[in-house]
């Protein structure tokens, strides 16, 4: 008899303990990353910049949430994140939605930067320039406005994440030496006769070793007409990333 009342007593126990489970009613996406970074949330909304080459559309992120909910798209599933991903989380109890939105940018530009500043005739030869500040700027009411400065990197990289449909202007400079000198944009050194025989005629007539001056007007000849304030980046892809070379010298 005394038996069966402490086991009718642990099936009450246990009974009671069992109804008086709550389910968690937080609907929250904690933590999100791929395998090149954790994503940067700002109320709802996700952002992070992908290396290059990239591929947007087979992404696979792991996404920490609130115990017990469920988040959609799920954990480790494969997503293509070409365009932004609405993530709906879902509380344990099902009484909460909490939704996001994720995008992933893939870079636009990759600058690679030279420096002049140490040529000399016997070696013409640009070294690659880390810790370069390039300024990228967008023409709006007639003026340049400054969006975002970046910084190469010990290979003399630097990654540029932005609008394919935008024109940009940058600057480049590392203490006293820019990519601009006296309204020409530099654009690589004389290296041989022959360099300097096929380039665009120069005033005054260059050496082996002496900075080459970009065409901006492509007319076969270096002039006033060829003076910029801010060079402005070419054609940028409608996918991929356009590569673009930069020569900074001091004056």
């Known amino acids: 008899m005394q038996k069966a009342i402490v086991f009718l007593i642990f099936i009450l126990f246990f009974t009671s303990c069992k109804e008086e489970k709550i389910e968690n009613n937080e ?9 090149f970074g954790e994503v940067l949330f700002k109320q709802g909304a996700g952002t992070i910049n992908a290396p290059v080459n990239t591929d947007l559309k087979k992404l696979t992120p792991e996404i920490t949430v609130s115990r017990g909910a469920v988040v959609y798209p799920a954990s480790k ?3 293509d994140f070409s365009l ?8 344990e109890d099902g009484k909460n939605k909490t939704y996001y939105t994720v995008s992933v ?5 990759r600058f690679v ?5 140490n040529r000399t005739a016997q070696s013409p030869v640009a070294q690659l320039a880390s810790s370069v500040k390039i300024s990228l700027y967008v023409a709006q009411s007639g003026k340049k406005h400054l969006v975002e400065k970046i910084t190469t990197d010990s290979n003399g990289e630097a990654l540029f994440y932005g609008l394919r449909n935008a024109d940009y202007y940058f600057l480049a400079e590392k203490g006293a030496a820019k990519n601009i000198l006296n309204g020409y944009q530099i654009n690589g050194i004389f290296e041989s006769q022959q360099d300097i025989d096929s380039y665009p005629h120069q005033n005054p007539a260059p050496k082996v070793g002496d900075l080459k001056f970009l065409d901006a007007d492509v007319d076969g000849k270096i002039n006033e007409n060829d003076k910029v304030d801010y060079p402005m980046i070419g054609s940028i892809p409608e996918t991929g990333t356009a590569e673009v070379k930069i020569y900074i010298a001091k004056q």
């Open 105 to 109: 940018f893939a870079p636009i530009v």
């Open 84 to 91: 932004p991903v609405d993530y709906t989380v879902t509380s």
């Open 27 to 35: 609907a929250s996406l904690l933590k999100m990353s791929f395998d």
């Open 77 to 79: 599933a494969i997503t």
């Open 113 to 117: 930067v030279y420096d002049c500043s």
